[in-house]
């Protein structure tokens, strides 16, 4: 088994079924396959070998942090 599968990726069903008609190995997935929204970013990330930072999210999520910082709960 991959440590990188439809595993982890999909839900225990989906992934069963998928890997019965396809393969456990995402390289192996057709593109109607794969998922969509931020797990479609990853798989396409994993199979690129690339590494996506979303700059805004992480800067936003730091300043909600500082918030919390600076002027407590």
Same mark, same amino acid.
């Given at each position: 088994?991959p440590d990188y599968s439809?595993? *982890? %990726?999909f839900?225990?069903n989906?992934?069963?079924?998928?890997?019965?008609?396809h393969? #456990?190995?995402?390289?192996?997935l057709? +593109?109607?396959?794969q998922?969509? *929204? %931020?797990?479609?970013?990853?798989?396409?990330s994993y199979?690129?070998?690339?590494?996506? #930072?979303?700059?805004?999210?992480?800067? +936003?999520?730091?300043?909600?942090?500082?918030?919390?910082?600076?002027?407590?709960?």
């Open positions: 088994m439809v595993y *982890g %990726v839900q225990k989906s992934a069963e079924a998928i890997e019965r008609q393969s #456990v190995n995402l390289e192996k057709s +593109s109607h396959i998922p969509g *929204g %931020v797990k479609g970013l990853d798989v396409e199979l690129n070998n690339e590494i996506n #930072v979303d700059r805004n999210n992480i800067k +936003s999520f730091l300043r909600q942090l500082y918030y919390l910082l600076c002027f407590g709960l």
